[in-house]
């Protein structure tokens, strides 16, 4: 059975920055995408990015030039750099291991 655990979330200011992690253990998937989804309140579950197992990764548009999504195969890990952290980044961001399954989520609160 796989498991990802995710961390690294927190409250910052506007502008500030913050690094998520997302560990894959027990069963491992290493050739599946994976990804970062947010959901903030009273919204849908949206995609932020991902990154194929050959490190290929894909943005949303409004994190484009923001977020920096890289994998770290040997570690079965992924990272989710987010940098000049807006109000309207705030979420529940969970990590997602494609086909396979979910993280339990981390919040990210950005301040005005």
Known sequence: QVRLVESGGGLVQAGGS??????????????????????????ERELVAEITSTGTAKYADDVRGR???SRNSAKNTI???MNNLKPEDTAIYYCNLAYIGWGQGTQVTVSS
């Open 79 to 81: 990272y989710l750099q």
């Open 18 to 43: 913050l690094r998520l992690s997302c560990v894959q253990s027990g069963r491992i998937f290493a050739d599946r995408t994976m990804g970062w989804y947010r959901q903030a309140p009273g919204k």
């Open 67 to 69: 977020f920096s999504i």
